[in-house]
Structures are given as C-alpha cells and as structure tokens.
C-alpha cells in the first residue's frame, strides 16, 4: 500500500491540522479512515477503468463473437468466459449479446460462459477488491469466479436447454462486421468518456457505503458484528448468497461495507460468496432476460451458478479458518 | 441518403442522434435519420455493441460516439 502513503499523509493532516481532530478519538480515526479509503478508491477506479476500456476498444463483443463462433465446447467455454472478464455489462446489452451470439450459431453453454463471467468479474469488482482487501482476495475471486463461468456454462451446455430459447433465432451465415479504423485519440477519448460514465454512476453508492463503512469502522465493537452479523455460522453463506441477489446495481456501495465486516471477523469464504451472488446473480439481469428465455431456463442457470457460488464460499471458509 | 442510428435504449443512442443531425447541418445536406430500437432489427445489422451508426445499409460504426467533426468525416466518405 506503499503507492497511497501520500494519501494517507493528506488524509492525515486534513483530520488532525484542518479538522483539528483529537488523535485517536473514535470520531478522527472514523473520518480519517473515511478521507483515505474514498481517495484511494476513486483514484484506481480512475486508473483501472480508463485502462481496461482501452484495452476494450480493441477487442469489442462482433469481434470475440467472430473467434467464438469457430470454437466447440469446452475451448469456447475457456475462452468466453476469458473475453466475459474484459467485455463491460450492463443489463442493457444483455438482450443484443445474447441474441448475437445465438445466432452466430455459437453454443448455448458457451454463451452462457460469457454472460457470466462478465457481471461477475468486471472491473469496478475488482478494483473495490483491490482496494479494499488487497490483491490476494482480488486474485482469489478472480479465479473462482472464472472457474464457476466455465464450469456453469459446460453443464449448461450438457444438459441440451436450447428449447428453452424463447426467440426465433434466425441462424446468419455471415455475422461478420467490417473492421472499423479507431484512432488512438478516439480510444482514449471514448475511455475517459466511459471512466466518466461509470464515475458519475457509482460514485454516490461508493461514498455512502465508505461512510458506513467508517462509522462501522470507528464505533461499532468487534463483539457486536461476531454475535449478530453470524458471519461463521454454516448458514451464513447461502444466506448472503440469497441477500445478494436484489443488490447488483448497488455493488459500489456495498463493497466498502462488506469489507469492514471482513475486518470485523467475517469469515472470507462468506465475504466471497456474498460479493459473487451481487455481481453474479442479478436480478435485473433476469428480468431482462426473460423475454428472450423461458423462466425454467433462468432458474436452471441462477441455480447452477448460485451452487457455485456456495461451493466457493464453504471451500474459502474451510481453507482459510 | 439514410442514417440509421442503432441502440437498445442506452443514454449515448440519443447524443448520436443529436450529433448526426448536426453534422448534416453543418455540412449543408439532406439525409434521412431514423432510430431503429427493435432487437430483431438491430440484429439484422450483426451489431452488438451501441451506439452503431448506418450509412444507406452500411454499418459504419459500432460501440462508439462520435464527435460532430467524425461525423461529419464519416458522412462526406460515403461519398457525398
């Protein structure tokens, strides 16, 4: 953390000098925890987004679909879940991905790869992850989550769901897109447009979360959260798991807080499995999808992932105890 | 001539739209510009990424939004 020491330097003298705050007093830790934690965070997410949809532009969804379309199975499922991670979700391109894939005559499972992967392991994740518990835990969720992208879309795929397609799918021959001619200046500024996009989008979610999170942080005992937040009880990761599922388009906001409770004494796996089941399992995302699928199949597939998403919450707990 | 701006609903659909009417303003032309919403049509054009801009049944662009300038670019390539 060595590269945020200036920041924890302004954090400081904002708190003690400005803010004339008593050292060690409940209140200064509080808001000095509150200006450090908020700085560093917009700071990657600034760095971190800006690069990745750089790297974006390179790569768009016409382009992985033309690679995927000439995969089979279980190479499609590695290799979808792999463009997933880069690719950026919201649940507004859910319908068009989907759909294009489809039609590309890339396979049901393999698609399903790629839906997954790229809500569960996307960039705003990872740096409140790197931000807030450090590059191991980042490291970790990265793999599972990749790991539960590939495997949910091969069992998916085995179990031959392509019925449960609502949608006239009209097989294209030719879904291939001329190669646009992108200038360096348009990437970059079609990346600082998107860094401000997502900014503006989270940053009131991120600010009250951090703030909980630092009252937390400074005035609610350690004892408290172990008796009643029951972080390591065996029912606690299927119930976050549940908790997470109405609470996608608030991620930003509930990472910072999560992140206190793991300080608190929340078990890892817990934490885990509870950040896999917002960003994972979405619930509008299901909305949306459901006028291109019947709701058999959105319950298939939530359950495959949500089992997952339990199998790597218990495995962190036992592994990491 | 005929514009075709394709988007699923996203906020930068309608700045394209606004951009493109610009552009032939500012370069003095005549085109047609319609906003096309419907999934099965936008899928019709391969494009899944938006917004996506078509030129007389050319896509021209996809997943980008353009300055006027580009646009402006774009347009007097086609041709005009």
Same mark, same amino acid.
């Given at each position: 953390?060595?590269?945020?020491?200036?920041?924890?330097?302004?954090?400081?003298?904002?708190?003690?000098?400005?803010?004339?705050?008593?050292?060690?007093?409940?209140?200064?830790?509080?808001?000095?925890?509150?200006?450090?934690?908020?700085?560093?965070?917009?700071?990657?997410?600034?760095?971190?987004?800006?690069?990745?949809?750089?790297?974006?532009?390179?790569?768009?969804?016409?382009?992985?679909?033309?690679?995927?379309?000439?995969?089979?199975?279980?190479?499609?499922? %590695?290799?979808?879940?792999?463009?997933?991670?880069?690719?950026?979700?919201?649940?507004?391109?859910?319908?068009?991905?989907?759909?294009?894939?489809?039609?590309?005559?890339?396979?049901?499972?393999?698609?399903?790869?790629?839906?997954?992967?790229?809500?569960?392991?996307?960039?705003?994740?990872?740096?409140?992850?790197?931000?807030?518990?450090?590059?191991?835990?980042?490291?970790?969720?990265?793999?599972?989550?990749?790991?539960?992208?590939?495997?949910?879309?091969?069992?998916?795929?085995?179990?031959?769901?392509?019925?449960?397609?609502?949608?006239?799918?009209?097989?294209?021959?030719?879904?291939?897109?001329?190669?646009?001619?992108?200038?360096?200046?348009?990437?970059?500024?079609?990346?600082?447009?998107?860094?401000?996009?997502?900014?503006?989008?989270?940053?009131?979610?991120?600010?009250?979360?951090?703030?909980?999170?630092?009252?937390?942080?400074?005035?609610?005992?350690?004892?408290?959260?172990?008796?009643?937040?029951?972080?390591?009880?065996?029912?606690?990761?299927?119930?976050?798991? %549940?908790?997470?599922?109405?609470?996608?388009?608030?991620?930003?906001?509930?990472?910072?807080?999560?992140?206190?409770?793991?300080?608190?004494?929340?078990?890892?796996?817990?934490?885990?499995?509870?950040?896999?089941?917002?960003?994972?399992?979405?619930?509008?995302?299901?909305?949306?999808?459901?006028?291109?699928?019947?709701?058999?199949?959105?319950?298939?597939?939530?359950?495959?992932?949500?089992?997952?998403?339990?199998?790597?919450?218990?495995?962190?707990?036992?592994?990491?105890? | 001539?005929?514009?075709?701006?394709?988007?699923?609903?996203?906020?930068?659909?309608?700045?394209?739209?606004?951009?493109?009417?610009?552009?032939?303003?500012?370069?003095?032309?005549?085109?047609?510009?319609?906003?096309?919403?419907?999934?099965?049509?936008?899928?019709?054009?391969?494009?899944?990424?938006?917004?996506?801009?078509?030129?007389?049944?050319?896509?021209?662009?996809?997943?980008?939004?353009?300055?006027?300038?580009?646009?402006?670019?774009?347009?007097?390539?086609?041709?005009?």
């Amino acid at each position: 953390m060595s590269i945020f020491r200036p920041v924890q330097i302004f954090a400081d003298w904002l708190t003690y000098s400005i803010f004339a705050m008593q050292q060690k007093s409940l209140a200064a830790e509080a808001v000095n925890f509150f200006i450090f934690d908020t700085i560093k965070i917009f700071i990657l997410l600034s760095v971190i987004i800006f690069f990745v949809s750089l790297i974006r532009s390179f790569i768009p969804p016409e382009r992985i679909r033309k690679i995927l379309s000439h995969k089979y199975e279980i190479t499609g499922n %590695l290799l979808a879940a792999f463009f997933g991670i880069i690719t950026p979700f919201c649940t507004c391109s859910a319908i068009p991905l989907f759909l294009g894939f489809i039609e590309a005559g890339i396979p049901l499972g393999v698609t399903f790869s790629f839906l997954i992967a790229s809500p569960m392991i996307n960039e705003v994740a990872i740096v409140l992850l790197l931000g807030l518990f450090g590059w191991k835990i980042s490291l970790i969720y990265i793999i599972s989550g990749y790991i539960i992208a590939v495997v949910s879309g091969v069992i998916l795929g085995k179990m031959k769901l392509e019925h449960l397609v609502e949608y006239m799918v009209t097989r294209r021959a030719d879904t291939s897109l001329g190669v646009m001619k992108l200038t360096w200046k348009q990437r970059i500024r079609s990346a600082k447009n998107y860094t401000a996009e997502i900014l503006k989008k989270i940053w009131p979610y991120i600010l009250i979360g951090i703030g909980i999170g630092a009252w937390i942080h400074g005035y609610v005992p350690t004892e408290f959260i172990m008796r009643y937040a029951a972080g390591n009880s065996w029912y606690a990761v299927p119930l976050v798991t %549940l908790i997470g599922i109405p609470l996608y388009s608030n991620a930003a906001g509930v990472l910072p807080l999560v992140s206190v409770l793991t300080e608190k004494g929340v078990a890892i796996g817990t934490t885990l499995a509870f950040m896999m089941a917002i960003t994972g399992l979405s619930l509008p995302e299901f909305l949306i999808l459901k006028k291109v699928m019947k709701a058999k199949l959105i319950i298939i597939f939530a359950t495959v992932v949500g089992i997952g998403i339990l199998f790597t919450g218990y495995l962190f707990n036992y592994l990491l105890s | 001539m005929v514009i075709k701006i394709l988007g699923a609903g996203c906020s930068s659909c309608a700045q394209l739209e606004k951009n493109t009417k610009e552009a032939l303003e500012r370069l003095g032309l005549e085109a047609q510009v319609v906003k096309i919403s419907d999934i099965q049509d936008i899928l019709a054009y391969s494009v899944m990424s938006f917004p996506a801009l078509v030129i007389d049944e050319n896509v021209v662009l996809y997943g980008q939004n353009p300055t006027v300038e580009e646009l402006m670019q774009l347009i007097r390539d086609r041709g005009l």
